[in-house]
C-alpha cells in the first residue's frame, strides 16, 4: 500500500508558508478596520453618523479593491515565473515582493501610501496563491493528493486565525499605532519565513524535467515517495516515466497547436470554464465579504468594538479547524461530493442567518443577534471542510502538466477578479441596503451548485496524468515497463 514519507510532509509543511501569507495578508484588513488608531494615523473619521464617514467607507472599499486587483495581476505572472524561472524562485520573488509591500503597509503615514502598500501586498498574494497549489499539487502521491493540495486552503484559514487573534491582542493598545502597524509588520515575518523556507524545499519534479534534469527529478520522486515496502522505489520511477512520455506529448501539442491552446482545443477550453466558474463560485457565495467585513457586521448586530475582533477571531480559528478536518477525509470522500455538500450546507445556513439578520434590524433583540452568530460560525463551517480545502485542488489538477502553471493561474485571477468587485461594493452595499445585500449571495451560490453538479467530476485518486480522460480526451501518456522504455502515446480524441 502506498504511504507518503515524512519528507513529503516536511516539504509540503514549509511550502506552507507561502499559504500562511495569502491568508494572513488578505485577513489583515479585517483587524486593522477594528482599530481604532488606524482611522486616527490615515486621517479617517470613525464616527459612522460622521459626514466625513463616507470617505472612509470609499477607503476601506479601496483597500480591499487594490489588494485584489495586485492580485489578480499576481496570479497571471505568478504562473510565468513558474514556468520560466521553477516553482521554487517563483516563490523567493513572491516573497521579496510581499516583504517589500508589507513593510510599506506598516509604516503608511498617509493614505496614498497606505494604498500602494495594499496593490504590493496583493501582488505578492496572487502570486502565492496562484503558484502554492500547483506546488502541493506536483509533489504529492495521487491518493494523498487531497490530503497534501489540501494544506493550502489549511494554511491560509491558519492565515486568517492568525490575523485574528493578534488583531484581538493588539486591541489592547489602541491608543497607539502599535495597535494596528504591529499586525502589519507580522506580514513581512511570514514573507521572511517564505523566502528562508524556499532554500530548504526541492524543485517540482515536473518542472525538472520539462528542463531535462531528469536525473535530478528522479532523485527527489524517490524522496518524496519513498515507501519501506517498496525499497526499489518502483512508484518513483514509473512516476517518472509518465512524466517523460507526458511532456514529449506536450512539447508536440505545443508545437502543432500553439500556446493559446488552452483556448482554442474543447477539451482544455472545458477546463478553462470549469476552473474559472469553481474559483469565483466560492467568492459568489460570499465568505470573503463575510471575513473582511465580519467586525463591521458584529457591530451592526450590537457587539462592541473589542467583542467583534475576538469573534471575528474565533470564527477564523474554527474555520481553520474545519479546514484540517476536510483535508483529512478529502480523498476518502472525493472532490465532487465535497464540493456539492459544502455549497448546499452554505446557502441553507446563509438563508437562515440571513433571515435572522434580517430580523435584527428591525428589533435589535440579543437573541436574534446570538443565532445569526450561531449559523454565520455553522456557515463556515461548511465552507473550510468542504469547499476551500478541495477548491484548489480541483482547479489546479484538471489541467495537464504543459497547461498547470498558466491554467490554474488564470482560474485563480478569476478568483481575484471576483473579490474585486464583491469587497469594493461591500462597505458602500452594507451601509445602503443591508442585509438584503447577502441575497446576491444566495442566488449566486444556488446557480453554482447547480453548475458544479453537472459539470464537476470526480479526481480524486487519479494520477495528473490520468485526468485527461475525464474532459472527452484520451490519456496520452502510458506507463511503461522499464524505466529505459518510451510511453506509449496515443492520438488525441478530436470533437466534432
Known sequence: METYSFYNVSVVLFAAFGSLFTGYS????V???????WYKSLNLESDTTAPRYSHTTTIIGASNGVFFAGGTLGCLIGGWFGDKLGRVNGFRVAATVGIIGAAIQTGATNQAMWLVGRVITGLATGQTMAAMPTYFSEVSPPHSRGLMAGAHGSFINIGFALAGWIGFGCFFESNSSFGWRFPNAVLALWGLCLLAGSFFVPESPRWLVSKGQDAKALEILCKLHH?????????????????????????????????????????????????????????NIGVLVINNYNTLLYE?????????????AAYNTWAAFANMGGATVSDRLGRRKALLIGY??????????TGLIAKFSVNASKHYAAAAVTFLFLYVFFYGAFIDVNQYTVATEIFPSH??????????????????????????????IGWKYYLVFIILGTAHLIHLWFKLPETSGLALEEIDALFGK???????????????????????
Not at 483587524?31 to 488608531?37: A, D, E, N, Y
Not at 505545443?254 to 482544455?268: A, K, S
Not at 451592526?300 to 471575528?312: E, I, P, R
Open 26 to 29: 488578505s485577513a489583515i484588513i
Open 300 to 312: 451592526s448586530l450590537g457587539l462592541s468594538n473589542m467583542q467583534s475582533l475576538a469573534v471575528s
Open 344 to 353: 448546499a450546507g452554505c446557502i441553507v445556513m446563509f438563508v437562515v442567518a
Open 31 to 37: 483587524q486593522t478596520v477594528g482599530q481604532p488608531s
Open 474 to 496: 484520451e490519456q496520452i501518456a502510458t506507463d511503461a515497463e522499464e524505466p529505459g522504455e518510451k510511453g506509449v502515446v496515443v492520438e488525441e480524441e478530436r470533437e466534432a
Open 227 to 283: 515507501d519501506p515496502a517498496d525499497i526499489e522505489d518502483h512508484f518513483a520511477h514509473r512516476e517518472l516515466r509518465l512524466i517523460k512520455s507526458q511532456l514529449e506529448v506536450n512539447h508536440q501539442l505545443i508545437t502543432e497547436l500553439g500556446q493559446w491552446q488552452l483556448f482554442t482545443i474543447p477539451t482544455y477550453r472545458r477546463r478553462s470554464i470549469l476552473g474559472f466558474v469553481l474559483m469565483m463560485g466560492g467568492q
Open 403 to 432: 497547461l498547470r502553471s498558466q491554467g490554474s493561474s488564470y482560474s485563480l485571477a478569476a478568483f481575484f477578479l471576483t473579490d474585486v468587485l464583491w469587497v469594493d461594493l461591500a462597505a458602500t452595499a452594507q451601509a445602503k
